[in-house]
């Protein structure tokens, strides 16, 4: 069974940095597309930043040059680093994993707040 869990969330000022981890257990990094989520009060979820089958990267435009996506294969491990953060980034951080293009699995979310 596959699990995903975030971690790393919390309050900083503009500015600022967090690191977000999501550890997962059941299921391998390789081939697997595997991304960072977010969802902000009254907002849809959307796309931060992920990899793709192939291992290549998206990000989302806000987000780019500010954030970094990366994973430790040994630790299954993904990790999501956030520099320079701003107040519009505040939201609920989900980390999901696509299993063979068809399951799909969410970790509990983390929440990250930004103050001005």
């Known amino acids: 069974q596959v699990q995903l869990v975030e971690s790393g969330g919390g309050s900083v000022q503009a500015g600022g940095s967090l690191r977000l981890s999501c550890a997962a257990s059941?299921?391998?990094?390789?081939?697997?597309?595997m991304g960072w989520y977010r969802q902000a009060p009254g907002k849809q979820r959307e796309l931060v930043a992920e990899f793709t089958r192939s291992g290549s990267t998206n990000y989302v435009d806000s987000v780019k040059g500010r954030f970094t996506i990366s994973r430790d294969a040994t630790k299954n491990t993904m990790y999501l680093q956030m520099n320079s953060l701003k107040p519009e980034d505040t939201a609920v951080y989900y980390c999901k994993q696509v299993v063979a293009g068809l399951f799909v699995y969410w970790g509990q979310g983390t929440q990250v707040n930004v103050s001005s």
């Open positions: 059941g299921s391998s990094f390789n081939n697997n597309v």
